[in-house]
């Protein structure tokens, strides 16, 4: 789909102070590891993440969804009233009911015209918010958007160490579904989208995005019951980190081909990418099948870990903070997620 009028105000990357290492995930499981006989150091080792960060326990998702929309609209001086959507667009959500959109409303102050609403979509909620936004701004509905997300991983770090480490029965192989877990951090994003008649002096065009589904293997990484995430959540997820790997990357490879045949871009065209962050091994088979170099990326994952639908965004804003990304750049944002869907953002920046 390419837009003529869709314009990107800025990317703002919102983030928890508290940082927990790959070796302290692993000295809480050393019983696990000494009983299973796992080498120390090898979560590090295969994904790459160093440490990951966490929030002060109990923090819901619109607090720090808030903190992040709030911080965008100060850095970008744009006034409340011009926000016609909000959009909450995180795996995490306060509860099931009502959107946790509702809650972001109303601390930030938003109009009582402006529409707010949830965007669940897995590690894309936030690019499939960007390509909602776009649809209401070039169809003339709307001038202007926020898109926000608050990722509280710890929860699910945490009951899945404290699975792992009550299942008596655990194997080898049985531990591997829980590894993915283990590399989850928490973090928070957002982004502002608007017409070109409104659109900030140093925005970036959004030339258009390209969609791909292989949701096939959608079994291939599932978290259980949607309720919210509080205090007293005790969320888990299985993941066939292999299989979600390679099915993963066969959905970029298809998307990307038809990403730059809709854009009439060659790899050479391509200054910059931004990609969402998981690890060592996705990251080098990633640039393998797309044909590029893995220079034009901008790495997040060593520090912060896999922070769902805020890992792409807030990568964005970090690279354009430590100018990695340029005025006049080609720059293309790649996202899978799981279920398997694949999003490709055109960007001129």
Request: with cysteine; hydrophobic share 35%; proline share 3%.
């Amino acid at each position: 789909m390419k837009y003529n009028k869709v314009y990107i105000d800025g990317f703002h990357a919102e983030l928890p102070e508290n940082i927990i290492t790959s070796a302290q995930v692993e000295n809480q499981l050393s019983d696990v590891y000494s009983r299973l006989k796992l080498p120390e150091g090898r979560l590090e080792m295969f994904s790459g993440i160093k440490e990951r960060r966490y929030w002060p326990v109990g923090t819901l998702p619109s607090e720090v969804s808030t903190a992040a929309g709030q911080a965008i609209l100060d850095k970008l001086n744009i006034p409340k009233d011009e926000i016609d959507v909000v959009i909450h667009c995180s795996v995490c959500r306060d509860f099931l009911e009502p959107a946790t959109a509702s809650v972001v409303h109303s601390k930030l102050g938003l109009s009582n015209k402006c529409v707010n609403f949830d965007i669940s979509n897995a590690c894309l909620g936030m690019l499939t918010g960007v390509g909602v936004l776009s649809d209401m701004i070039e169809s003339g509905r709307i001038r202007r958007g926020l898109l926000v997300a608050g990722e509280i991983g710890y929860p699910l770090l945490q009951q899945t160490i404290q699975h792992l480490n009550n299942d008596e029965s655990l194997t080898r192989k049985s531990f591997k579904p829980h590894f993915a877990s283990l590399t989850i951090g928490s973090a928070a994003a957002a982004i502002v989208v608007s017409h070109e008649d409104y659109a900030s002096e140093n925005a970036h065009q959004l030339l258009g995005i390209s969609d791909f589904a292989y949701t096939e293997f959608n079994h291939l990484c599932q978290g259980n019951t949607d309720q919210g995430m509080d205090k007293s959540s005790s969320p888990l997820m299985e993941t066939d980190s292999e299989e979600l790997l390679i099915k993963g990357i066969e959905a970029a490879g298809k998307c990307w081909n038809q990403f730059l045949e809709e854009f009439n871009w060659s790899q050479e065209d391509i200054d910059r990418c931004c990609t969402h962050q998981v690890g060592t091994a996705h990251s080098r088979m990633l640039y393998e099948k797309i044909g590029i170099s893995e220079e034009l990326d901008y790495t997040t994952f060593p520090f912060l870990g896999n922070c769902g639908s805020a890992s792409l965004p807030l990568t964005t804003a970090l690279a354009s903070d430590n100018n990695h990304l340029q005025k006049g750049h080609n720059v293309a944002l790649l996202g899978i997620g799981s279920g398997i869907n694949c999003t490709m953002l055109a960007l001129k920046w």
